[in-house]
């Protein structure tokens, strides 16, 4: 098969497309033939070896398909040859066909293609966890949410999320053409905080109060601005460093306003850790991904694939990710 192969820790503009062997199944395992893959920003420092997770090498990087089932394990009932899915997994993405774990694979339902299904494994279902899982954000209806970088994967996920639950979405974003787009999923209000501090728009919005809930992967001054217009007793989740500062949280805010702090790893719920507890939250993540797709069908859910790439223009959709010129996400797709 053909794929991209990480032989070491190098730049993702030094990748090439290659043959790569075929992997045997294992127990609890299925070959899927790869019909569109994701690639984003943590893909590039995977590769580079800088992620907190480390294959081992040679591999292919990748981290989310959806495809066509060829083969399953000895012994497997949730999944039959020709199953269309979206898989979670440890790597291989990039290429032709792949193998993953039953507990990280669920069925997509006819009425989704295959390019827009691999933003649910990682932008929807992150941002479901965050906003709706007890220990997190735990949005309410009537409350207000504010998500910073509305027009990424897990900006515009975050937005119809919370319109779901029936709360105020305020949305920022750095350009008009990024702010509409926020709009059209949902944003009640949008704010380019390139061009003004949000802050002051976020407490005219609430009359003072602040956002009860605040999503921010974009990190650095953005969130220590954030800081300055939550409600009390409000949550904020740092999600990723977009902004490509990691924040220090000064605490003596947290405790002035009763303010929770709450992160948010999804990898770890499916495997990316050394504990592998994959197993453990099979049920929930499953639970969830019922649920998305329940909502997609309903009509609730948009998600946006902005450039799609064959194989073999596979740089030309990390240069596109790197840029930051994509609405929602990039694919790359196999046929």
């Known amino acids: 098969m053909r794929g991209v192969l990480v032989k070491e820790w190098t730049e993702f503009k030094n990748l090439k497309l290659e043959e790569c062997p075929s992997s045997a199944l294992e127990p609890g395992q299925l070959r899927v033939k790869t019909r569109a893959a994701g690639v984003s920003f ?20 990748g981290t989310e398909i959806a495809g066509t089932v060829t083969e399953v394990a000895d012994g497997m009932t949730r999944f039959k040859v020709g199953d269309r899915v979206c898989c979670v997994l440890d790597w291989g993405g990039l290429a032709e066909e792949a193998v993953a774990n039953e507990v990280n694979t669920f069925h997509i339902p006819d009425s989704l293609d295959f390019g827009r299904a691999i933003c649910f494994t990682n932008s ?3 941002s479901y966890a965050a906003i709706v899982w007890p220990h997190l954000l735990r949005l309410q209806k009537g409350e207000t949410l504010l998500v910073h970088g509305a027009a990424g994967g897990v900006g515009m996920a975050a937005i119809e999320i919370g319109k779901i639950i029936g709360a105020t979405v305020i949305a920022t974003a750095g350009s008009a053409e990024k702010l509409a787009v926020a709009k059209e999923h949902g944003a009640d209000h949008v704010i380019n905080y390139r ?22 992967p974009v990190g650095g001054d953005v969130f220590s601005e954030s ?50 507890v994959r197993h453990k939250y099979a049920d929930r993540l499953r639970e969830m991904m019922a649920q998305l797709f329940e909502w997609f069908e309903a009509g609730h859910l ?4 902005s450039h799609t790439f064959a194989l073999e223009n596979f740089q030309d959709a990390m240069t596109t990710v790197l840029g930051r010129k994509s609405i929602g996400r990039v694919a790359v797709v196999m046929d």
């Open 227 to 276: 800081l300055r217009c939550i409600a009390p007793e409000g949550r904020i989740m740092p999600v990723g460093f977009a902004g490509g500062t990691i924040q220090q949280i000064p605490a003596n805010i947290l405790l002035v306003k009763n303010i929770t702090v709450c992160g948010l790893n999804m990898g770890y719920y499916v495997g990316w850790s050394p504990d592998d």
């Open 124 to 126: 929807y279902g992150t």
């Open 302 to 305: 948009n998600p946006i694939i």
């Open 42 to 61: 943590a893909t590039s420092l995977v590769v580079a070896g800088k992620y907190q997770r480390k294959p081992p090498r040679p591999f292919v990087p």
């Open 195 to 216: 061009k003004e501090k949000f802050r002051d728009h976020v407490l005219d919005i609430t009359k003072g109060v602040g956002a009860d809930a605040i999503y921010d």
